[in-house]
RNA sequence: GGUGGGGUGGCAGAGUGGUUGAAUGUACCGGUCUUGAAAACCGGCAGGCCCGUCAGGGUCUCGAGGGUUCGAAUCCCUCCCCCACCGCCA
């Protein structure tokens, strides 16, 4: 979430962020709503520090009338009630008043904090304006030797590509109908070689990160409590997107939420926390099993092993501290990390700098790197695919604005609190990394070469097929 | 799932209605002493929000929410979580 009092000194900053990433914010009735909370809050605590002054004066001379009370009698008693009444009306019109502000703090939060939630991180300034993902300006593309982007497939490789769906059911590594039957569409199963690419892929990703990145390797829920999904940014927007187990149905309880990326365990681990300044940056990766709902999706990539429900995800963020330039460097280097991997994998892809309306609430700059599907986008004349890219990976900056919901401090040299700033990274999202993989490196027998780095992870296998 | 115990500041641990945002210890930071260190002594040491140019002031926070009261860490209700033992179990 955004800074109020940074939203109170330059609303034109936020209106302009909320109108470049082509959303709906009402900034102006959040700004209203907050003056007048602030007024409010404003009356109440002056009631209340009157009413906390009488308490000190008064109250000890309340208690000791009460005490005299119990034993008196008759004029004595009238005399004693008399006094203490009097006392007592002072601090009942104060009390009025602080539970009269309270009445209408109360009718106006709902609204201002909801609001206050939905006002999305604006752009930086270098984001290219855009509406979606139409608008997105390729920064540069990179392709195994051998490989020419202006080529077809069957010109760079010399036979007709299959798709990955025909790969898969011919070697028997990913089975969809007993998929659907137990969990229905878009749900599959990973069959013999097919999970062992699957987990050799991933195993690769989380050595990578560790071995030459020097982050740290994690196991965190996913299954998580709502103020995570809140904390991380991806509640309330993505609701709709994250599978609900209800637990407080069954009387028992808090409800839970499948995560969709192991962004939320990896950032929530922190949340409401003041991090020691020597222990930044944080530098974590997970592997985990990333569930989503794909609602609004229906229709869209309901073949193959593109759009599905459950996958797996290696995920890298990095927490740093408040500091433009170092995110930026962090970030440069998560974009290499990427490239490193899929250039190792033999993989062809481009970097795209995502424009302004294709961002969400929570980041302020975002690199998609979509990889080349032989296999994917329209048939050719020749009967071939003509090919497309997928999107494969995205590294996003967020500035501070997922570490202000988490809660999530850090005291700079000079003793002040500060959120730190966040960022995180796809470093390789398996069965869709598969695609490629599978659609680059197969033969014209329909056989697939296991690239050499996966191998050690696959007992030696070199070839599929 | 059953029974019992408990949630107070970085940690430990007082505190059962009235200057308690909170004693005390410890950790941490600064200082004195010392060749240096330790010890000892002195001082500092929570966050949020609001007002203020600053100095500073106000308010809220003792698991969460609600209630009683002129006044709640302290009393009542609901919920959450943790610990111990038993049962079940990957």
């Not at 209408?104 to 979606?132: C, F, H, T, Y």
């Not at 490989?147 to 299959?162: H, L, V, Y």
């Not at 294709?358 to 979509?370: A, F, P, Q, R, S």
């Not at 966040?422 to 069965?431: D, F, G, K, M």
Request: net charge negative.
């Amino acid at each position: 979430m955004i800074d109020l009092k940074e939203l109170r000194d330059h609303p034109d900053r936020f209106r302009n962020g909320v109108r470049d990433k082509c959303m709906e914010v009402d900034i102006d009735r959040l700004l209203a709503l907050d003056e007048a909370r602030r007024a409010i809050l404003a009356r109440q605590e002056t009631a209340r520090a009157e009413q906390n002054r009488l308490g000190k004066e008064t109250g000890p001379k309340m208690g000791a009338l009460k005490t005299k009370l119990k034993g008196a009698i008759g004029e004595e008693k009238s005399q004693l009630e008399r006094e203490l009444a009097e006392l007592e009306q002072k601090p009942a019109v104060l009390k009025a008043e602080v539970q009269e502000c309270e009445a209408r703090i109360n009718a106006i939060e709902p609204e201002w904090r909801s609001l206050w939630m939905q006002v999305p991180q604006p752009p930086s300034d270098d984001v290219p304006k855009g509406k979606g993902a139409d608008d997105n300006v390729e920064i540069r593309r990179w392709s195994p030797t051998g490989w020419d982007f202006n080529k077809s497939f069957e010109a760079n490789r010399g036979f007709k590509p299959r798709t990955h769906l025909e790969l898969v059911k011919m070697h028997g590594l990913v089975d969809f109908e007993r998929g659907v039957k137990m969990s229905g569409t878009r749900h599959y199963v990973m069959w013999g070689l097919g999970m062992r690419l699957h987990q050799a892929v991933l195993r690769y990703a989380v050595d990578f990160m560790a071995d030459r990145r020097g982050f740290s390797p994690m196991g965190v829920p996913v299954i998580v409590k709502e103020e995570c999904m809140v904390g991380t940014g991806f509640f309330p927007a993505g609701r709709e997107q994250a599978y609900h187990i209800e637990e407080s149905a069954r009387g028992s309880g808090h409800d839970l939420f499948l995560t969709g990326t192991g962004e939320v365990g990896l950032m929530g681990l922190h949340a409401d926390e003041i991090l020691p300044l020597e222990s930044l940056p944080l530098k974590y990766c997970t592997v985990s099993t990333c569930f989503r709902r794909e609602a609004g999706a229906a229709g869209k990539d309901t073949a193959g092993l593109y759009r599905i429900h459950q996958f797996d995800k290696v995920e890298q963020v990095v927490v740093c501290r408040a500091d433009e330039a170092e995110s930026r460097a962090w970030h440069a280097q998560m974009i290499e990390t990427v490239e490193m991997i899929l250039q190792s994998l033999g993989l062809a892809y481009r970097l795209l700098q995502c424009c302004t309306g294709d961002l969400g609430v929570k980041n302020e700059d975002m690199i998609d790197i979509e990889s080349w599907m032989p296999g994917r986008g329209e048939i050719g004349a020749d009967g071939a695919p003509t090919g497309a890219f997928g999107e494969t990976h995205s590294a996003s900056r967020l500035n501070d604005f997922q570490c202000r919901r988490l809660n999530l401090r850090y005291k700079d040299e000079t003793g002040k609190m500060r959120f730190a700033y966040a960022l995180n990274n796809t470093v390789i999202a398996s069965p869709r990394v598969l695609i490629p993989l599978l659609e680059m490196h197969q033969q014209a027998d329909g056989s697939v070469v296991v690239p050499e780095v996966l191998r050690p992870y696959m007992g030696g296998i070199a070839r599929i097929g």
